[in-house]
Structure formats: C-alpha cells, structure tokens
C-alpha cells in the first residue's frame, strides 16, 4: 500500500478532482487503483486560498515499480496495522469481572471484555442515556438537581453533554484509536470521523451511540444495572473479595474495573478511606467565555460564514509573567455553556454542541493551571476541597444560577448590569453577576491576563462585551489512582484504575483507549469467568 501525505485541493474539491490528483502525483495513467483516506486536515493560513490537505493510502498493482516512478518524500510504502485482542490468560476468575461506570474508559473496558466472553458488569450510579437526557434538560429548565443522574453521571459519563470532540494527542501504537472510531461509526457516528484531523460528535448524536454500544454488550453476555452506586469495596488481606452497591447489595468480584469519572468525589473519598493509593494530581479552573461565532469565523476563515468548513474552532495558550499556563479547552464552536453541576449548593459549567454546531456564539473554557501547592488541604483530596470551594462560591455569587459577567466589568472588578451585542447561549438559568470574585487573586488577575494576550492573536477576543461564566472546575480529575505502570493494577488486587477520573486520560477517545488498556491488561491474566451474574 502506497501513502501519499501533504496531498492539497481547494476546499471547493469533488471527488473526482481527488482522484484525479492521486492518478497524477503517482503517474498512473489510466492503471486502477483504490484509496482510503487516512487524514484530512485545514490549510487556512491563507484566508482566501485556503486548502483541504489529505494522506491517503493507495493500492494498485506493481506498487514497487509505481514507487521507482516517482521521487518524492511524500509517497512512501506503508502498511496497514490489524488491532489485535489478547487470549484469555490462566489465572482463575470465578466471577464476572465488575465495571463501575459508563463513561467512555467503562463503556469500552466493558465492549471489549464482553466480546471476548468475560460477560462483564457494568454498574452506573445514573440514568440510561434517553432517561438522563431528560433529567438533565429537567434540570436545566427548573433547576432540580439529581445527584446521582446529571451532566455528570450517567450513562455516557461527562462526554455525553459535551462538544464530543473525538481528537487526542495519545500515539497509537497498537491501532486502540482507530478501533475507538470504528465501534463509533458502527454505532451509528459518520464515518468521516475515521479520518478527520478534528472529528467530533454533538450531544445529540452521543446519546443513541452509547446506547447501541450497551446493547452490543447485553448481546454478547454483559450486562448493565443503572441507579447503582458502588458504595464500598470488601477488602481482605489486600485482595478485592466484592463490591458494595447502593449501601445494601454485595455482589461478589476478584476484578474490578474502576473507571468513575472526574467527578465521583464520593467514590474518591471511599476509596482513600479502603487504602487505595491515590495522589493529588494538577489540574486547572476558570471561566468559560463566549464569543459571536461569525467574528471567530473571521478570525481564522476570513468570512463570516462558509458551509464547507463549518463553524471555525480556535486553540490559544499563553505563559504569563507569573509562571502559569492560561490556554483555552474544551472549545465549543457554534456551542452551549450549561451548568454541569453534580452537588447541592455548589455550581460548575462546562460546554456542549450539538453535531450541527448552530448556536449564535462560540464558547471555550479559559483556564489556569493549579497543582497541590494551590490547595487549601495537604491531603490526597486537596484538588477537591478546591474544587468546591469554587463552585460554592460561584454558586453563591449566581445565587444558584449561572453567574456571567462582561469582560469589561470583570476587568473592573463589578458586577455586570446590562448585556450588549454578545447574548449568552446557555442551558440552564443564569444571571448577571461578579464573575471574578469567585476566585482567589493569582487566579482571577491570571484569566484577565490570558484574554487580553488572547486578544493579540484573535482580533475581539478581549472584546469589552465578551461574556464570562463561572464556574470550569471539572477540567481533569484532581486525583490519581496509582496503578503498576506494565499490570495496570493498584495496590489492592483485582483493582484496575481506568480512565480519566483515575487520571490515565484527558477526553472521549483517550479514555476510550485507556479502557480497551485495561480490558487487555484483564484478558491477558484472567481466564473466562465460571459464574454467571
């Protein structure tokens, strides 16, 4: 197989213009061949030529002899890697191996476990996807919070009410992301997302996904119990003996998979008090700001609106004199902020899109680096304390809303009054309020600080009627569960860590990734259970 890279057209291309371009950079006359698109990346460095920019993967006959044809560092043989599943390994297991959680690390740790006949369980503190998706949009209109069935948790996990941006910096070595996208567009996602440079599926399309990946599970033997929270774990003589749910059930395992989510801070404390080695990890908070999409359309595509392209999304980082890092996460083009609460009296806002990417505004998370040297306790959960501390507060200065403030007043350090041109897009009630009181001063005079030096790079980014919104608290989790870096076990046998609330992941994929991880680590050293559920 032949790969071309760096393969340019106009953005206006057809297919058969591409085809016509691959014939010609391989000088193939009229000789057939076949392709598949590895990549496709946006050239729009020059605003009025910008350029698709492919590599694709070639076959043809002779390829050898096409290759002496031509000289060029772009063309090169290259061959296509196969994802392999380990064998069942020798050590006894007497039970289902348990998954607590749903989250993308749980989902597929559970897909791949069940296809090689561990017939896992999968326990979930929420709601089925259809289920949570009402709850969640109950509580955005009315502002009923359920604890247990949120933005949070639930089937799905975080991501679910997300951009669902599919794009990781992880290498794939082994072909785990590849296998992410393609259980993705089995499951129903479009299969552009295989070769996209930035794939990502709406909240809309997230929820009939995850829920047709739970029925694959079920019909290789899985199976799922919902409103079930894994409340303690039964430990003896550092071996897991069973698992606790909803306080009352005992449900016997020598494996489980600990895959919760950034936000299961019940179940960090839990595991804290059972001896679970954890460690503090950095993360970072701060606001999310919210832009009119047609001036970040300007910005980077040079016109305010191109059906082609879609609603442009930008990435900015700055180092600031004091020695943090304030960049943008979780960008949102054409997005929502919603409040992504998951406790009483506390507020934390996060973004989604849907897969059409059609609000009014742009909206990102503006965020600066924290680590334990910012956390009010020494101890392992000072990242939380942190946390909630924030979230208390900004729960307190929306009384209950969403607070948002203009640029221009949190610049003044008053509360805001009166919108201007930009008009908040947000899911969930808010109100005007003082933004930067939420924070300690390093942090607040950081966000200020990163925007105006933002500015310099998008022209109206530090705009005076640029809206900020408080609380993004819930950017990683704040904890590691430590895990023996081959075995992928933590210090109680039968524990594996997974995903992005035990600190291994940064995202969907990732965390998809880190769970197929984990399923192999399990594969590799277990048989297939005796017992059935």
């Known amino acids: 197989m032949i790969r071309i890279t760096q393969l340019k057209l106009p953005i206006t291309h057809t297919e058969e213009q591409l085809q016509k371009k691959i014939a010609k950079t391989l000088r193939l006359g009229a000789a057939p061949f076949t392709y598949k698109i590895h990549k496709q990346s946006l050239d729009a460095r020059h605003k009025d030529d910008k350029k698709f920019v492919y590599t694709v993967d070639v076959k043809t006959e002779q390829e ?88 949070q948790f639930g089937e799905g996990g975080a991501g679910t009410f997300s951009d669902g941006k599919l794009n990781t910096l992880v290498k794939d070595t082994f072909g785990r992301g590849k296998e992410v996208l393609a259980r993705f567009v089995e499951a129903g ?90 460690e503090p990890k950095s993360f970072a908070v701060g606001v999310r700001v919210e832009h009119p999409q047609t001036m970040i359309n300007e910005d980077l595509y040079g016109e305010p609106e191109n059906d082609l392209l879609g609603a442009a999304s930008y990435k900015v980082t700055h180092t600031l004199e004091n020695g943090r890092g304030v960049y943008s996460f979780c960008m949102c083009p054409g997005g929502y902020v919603v409040n992504a609460s998951s406790e009483e009296g506390l507020l934390a806002v996060n973004g989604m899109s849907y897969q059409a990417r059609d609000s009014h505004n742009a909206n990102s998370a503006i965020i600066v680096t924290v680590n334990p040297s910012d956390f009010p306790e020494e101890s392992v959960l000072g990242g939380i304390a942190l946390q909630r501390n924030l979230e208390r507060a900004a729960w307190e200065a929306g009384n209950g809303k969403v607070p948002v403030q203009l640029f221009e007043d949190y610049c003044k350090k008053q509360k805001s009054s009166q919108l201007r041109e930009v008009q ?52 990683s989790s704040p904890v590691r569960i430590v895990r023996d870096h081959k075995e992928l076990i933590s210090n109680i046998e039968g524990i594996y860590p997974c995903g992005e609330g035990a600190g291994y992941a940064g995202g969907i994929t990732s965390a998809a990734m880190d769970g197929i991880k984990v399923a192999e680590a399990v594969a590799e050293f277990y048989s297939l259970p005796v017992n059935k559920m």
């Open 424 to 475: 908040p897009c947000i899911k969930g009630e808010y109100t005007l309020a003082d933004v930067r009181s939420i924070f300690p001063k390093e942090i607040g005079d950081s966000i200020e600080a990163g925007i105006h030096a933002f500015g310099k790079k998008l022209s109206g980014f530090d705009r005076p009627d640029a809206l900020l919104e408080g609380v993004e608290s819930r950017t």
């Open 189 to 278: 996602a479009p299969k552009e997302i295989l070769y996209q440079q930035k794939p990502h599926l709406g909240t809309d399309q997230l929820v009939g996904i995850v829920q047709f990946m739970r029925h694959q599970i079920e019909e290789m033997g899985g199976q799922f119990r919902f409103r079930s929270t894994v409340t303690d774990l039964l430990i003896q003589d550092d071996r897991l003996e069973a698992v606790m749910v909803n306080d009352q059930e005992r449900i016997p395992a020598e494996v489980c998979i600990l895959a919760p989510g950034h936000s299961a801070r019940d179940t960090f404390a839990m595991l804290n008090k059972r001896g679970v080695c954890m």
């Open 64 to 151: 050898a002899c096409t290759l002496k044809k031509v000289h060029n560092k772009n063309i090169m043989l290259t061959k296509e890697t196969c994802y392999h599943f380990p064998s069942p390994g020798s050590a006894e297991l007497v039970h289902p191996p348990v998954v607590i959680g749903s989250g993308p690390a749980g989902l597929f740790c559970a897909w791949y476990l069940a296809k090689a006949g561990y017939r896992p369980l999968v326990l979930e503190r929420g709601e089925e996807a259809d289920k949570r998706q009402k709850t969640v949009e109950n509580f955005w209109k009315n502002g009923v919070l359920d604890p247990d069935s949120n933005v």
